[in-house]
């Protein structure tokens, strides 16, 4: 059934004359620095009334782990979801939270574009999402290291990487906090999505898995 | 026979409705600009996309075989619709497969043109829109007004009026109810000012975050018991399998994520070569939808989370394929900029069009993708302007299709009778030159009987003519130049 509608195709292509696949087109160079132009993008994607800072620099992961604790000090442990870890991913649905509302969530991040403030999410299975979804605020915690200039060169490098063979992951970009103008064009935040999006960006190279174990430490 | 001559007219009377429409469209074409205004790339960008669509499209059976391929060896099954009834079978199929009885939905336009919501009610699936707009649109039960802003012609009143009819809020809030915003009626509202009590705009963001919040509380629930979500996509990328949704609200991810069964309707006409051409579209898109440097969410579903369907939709497309001289219609990525910027869309709304894609992309996309008379209608509701060529983010010239349609459906007979024989007989009257000459009227006779009878008058009714000077071309012609020749 499909090749034989891929075959109709194929016929009427070739009526037409073929268009060349064109040359890339360069974005003017993200000039300065990037953590700097990072911080005043995802600043400006705050939703109204939202003044806290929206990027914190860390030094290290311990001093990570200690900003998140603190950020996190007043919502009770069955409120926080956590991004699986891959032991958690592979026990599947079972690892992961009964699919509901909660205050907080925690998250790494694979990238940070910093020309439009967004925050590159893999989303491996079902339950990985919820952190950055069924949730009122979402902190994600990543190193320096994450940074990339804009989605262009995020989307190039990606490209790459598949074309290489490697299995990559389902993944979400997310740009600020979930928001709709559906009624007058009134910015009305949140929609479906969390309210808030903060990240914690870590000077020195950051391990998830310490991370979480050091918040842990932390809230206790 | 619906007539789209009846209905502008209608429309146009509606002077709340131009008011609603003209703030919306010129706030998103503000937010655009704005963008643009940082981008010096931006006129490369649109020629660069209109290549890579122009590309894909004349390469179509090679994309569509790697993108079938790769989306098969990830796990996904793919199956084809060559209508949209078709289309709607597979998704009930499915549906039956898993059980389901209530899906939850994405804002798709594939979704809309296919009228999947009725053949789910049909097969007793309920099916649940969850973009805010789309949400409004399926309880009162009409299409969406624009691609990217369905209820852009709705006051934050009427809204409020609808939720609280469907149970959702309790009551209205005191703000609105105030002014008697109850018996206001629907297009007779002015927007955004002041008749509701509801002048300052921070007030107004807070009842519609209201709304907002009671809305989200009664589909949270939905998406929780949903067995099945449906979208559409806004690219499919052939090398990597992979479907890119595009959103601001997050009920996309919900309902791709939530439910076990993910089913996209896509139509063949976004695919794109490699993950590397969204760089430049989503560079693009959210620019021109929303005035937005990038959306909030955009999804990259390589892979089924656990059980995904993709039904390839044709549904007209592939006959346009065949049209050497349209197929670049078949590059627009639903952005809706065209219709912001159209005179006619900016006056008459997505209603005024009667069709499930308004504005200048629906003028042009309808009459091919449905057979209906009354699409053949939609290439002459245009002024011609040319701003929708000079919006568009893929560069398709609108302006120029909209005209080659008229030819077309002039060509095909299509042509008022009274008009056709105006034009006959002018042209006889020009191969006669001393028929003509002797014959020709003088400019006051024109004038005097211009307006009085048949599609004449019907003209003369809104237009003038212009004046006419006391001495024609000819008797000019005759007393300056002919003697100096001489």
């Known amino acids: ?220 | 026979m619906w007539r789209f001559e009846r209905v502008s007219r209608e429309k146009v009377a509606d002077v709340g409705l131009a008011e609603k429409l003209h703030a919306a469209t010129t706030l998103s074409l503000d937010k655009m600009a704005e963008q643009v205004a940082d981008m010096p790339h931006w006129q490369a960008l649109r020629e660069r996309a209109r290549q890579i669509k122009l590309h894909t499209l004349t390469h179509l059976d090679r994309y569509l075989r790697q993108f079938i391929e790769a989306a098969e060896s990830n796990g996904a099954a793919v199956s084809w619709a060559k209508t949209g009834e078709a289309a709607c079978r597979q998704v009930v199929e499915v549906a039956r497969r898993h059980g389901v009885t209530r899906a939850v939905k994405g804002k798709s336009m594939t979704g809309e043109e296919i009228e999947l919501n009725l053949e789910l009610e049909r097969a007793r699936i309920e099916p649940v829109e969850t973009d805010f707009g789309e949400m409004i649109c399926q309880l009162a039960g009409e299409l969406p007004s624009h691609v990217t802003a369905p209820i852009i012609q709705w006051s934050i009143e009427e809204v409020a009026r609808l939720l609280k009819e469907q149970g959702i809020i309790g009551d209205i809030p005191d703000e609105l109810s105030d002014a008697g915003a109850g018996e206001a009626s629907r297009s007779g509202e002015s927007f955004g000012r002041g008749t509701s009590g509801l002048g300052d705009p921070s007030r107004r963001v807070a009842v519609a975050a209201r709304l907002i919040a009671a809305a989200r509380r009664a589909l949270r629930e939905r998406f929780m018991t949903a067995g099945m979500g449906i979208t559409g996509a806004n690219f499919a990328v052939a090398r990597s399998g992979t479907l890119v949704l595009v959103e601001n609200e997050a009920n996309i991810r919900l309902s791709t994520t939530l439910p076990k069964v993910h089913v996209a309707v896509v139509g063949i006409d976004k695919l794109i070569p490699t993950l590397a051409d969204l760089g430049t579209f989503l560079s693009l898109l959210p620019v021109a939808a929303t005035g937005q440097r990038q959306s909030a969410y955009v999804s990259l579903i390589h892979r089924p989370f656990e059980h995904l369907h993709i039904i390839l939709l044709d549904n007209g497309r592939t006959q346009l394929l065949a049209d050497k001289e349209h197929y670049d219609l078949l590059s627009c990525i639903r952005c809706g900029a065209c219709m912001n910027v159209c005179p006619v869309y900016r006056h008459v709304s997505g209603h005024g069009y009667n069709a499930v894609y308004p504005g200048p992309i629906g003028a042009v996309l309808m009459p091919h993708l449905r057979s209906e008379a009354g699409f053949r209608q939609l290439p002459f509701a245009s002024s011609l302007c040319g701003a929708c060529s000079e919006v568009c983010p893929v560069r398709i010239p609108l302006a120029q299709r909209l005209l080659e349609w008229r030819e077309r459906i002039v060509r095909e007979g299509g042509r008022p009778w009274a008009e056709a024989g105006a034009f006959r007989s002018w042209a006889w009257l020009m191969r006669h030159p001393g028929v003509y000459r002797s014959a020709r009227p003088r400019s006051d006779w024109i004038e005097a009987v211009a307006g009085l009878i048949g599609p004449g008058r019907r003209w003369r009714a809104t237009r003038d003519l212009p004046v006419c000077a006391d001495e024609t071309f000819g008797d000019w012609w005759k007393k300056n130049r002919a003697i100096r020749e001489d």
């Not at chain 1, 690892?95 to 893999?122: E, F, K, N, Y």
């Not at chain 1, 790459?160 to 992951?169: I, K, S, T």
Request: glycine share 6%; charged share 25%; hydrophobic share 45%.
């Open chain 1, 1 to 220: 059934m499909l090749s034989e509608k891929i075959e109709d195709i194929s016929r009427i292509v070739r009526t037409l004359s073929p268009v060349a696949y064109p040359e890339p087109v360069s974005p003017p160079a993200v000039e300065g620095d990037l953590v700097t132009l990072f911080e005043e993008r995802l600043g400006a994607l705050r939703g109204p009334g939202d003044d806290a800072p929206a990027l914190v620099r860390v030094a290290d992961v311990d001093d990570a782990a200690r900003c998140v604790a603190e950020m996190c000090k007043d919502v009770p442990p069955g409120e926080i979801v956590w991004e699986p870890d891959s032991a958690e991913l592979s026990n599947g649905e079972s690892a992961g939270h009964a699919p509901q509302d909660r205050a907080m969530g925690i998250t790494g991040a694979a990238a940070l574009i910093a020309q439009t403030g967004s925050v590159i999410l893999d989303v491996p299975n079902r339950p990985a999402g919820r952190a950055s979804l069924l949730v009122d605020r979402h902190i994600a915690v990543a190193g320096l290291d994450r940074i990339v200039p804009d989605l262009p060169a995020f989307y190039q490098r990606l490209s790459e990487r598949v074309d290489a063979g490697e299995r990559v992951h389902n993944q979400v970009c997310v740009t600020g906090c979930s928001r709709t103008a559906d009624i007058e064009k009134l910015l009305v935040v949140p929609a479906h999505g969390p309210r808030q999006v903060r990240v914690v960006l870590c000077n020195a190279s950051f391990d998830w898995a310490a991370f979480r174990l050091s918040v842990l430490a932390y809230r206790d």
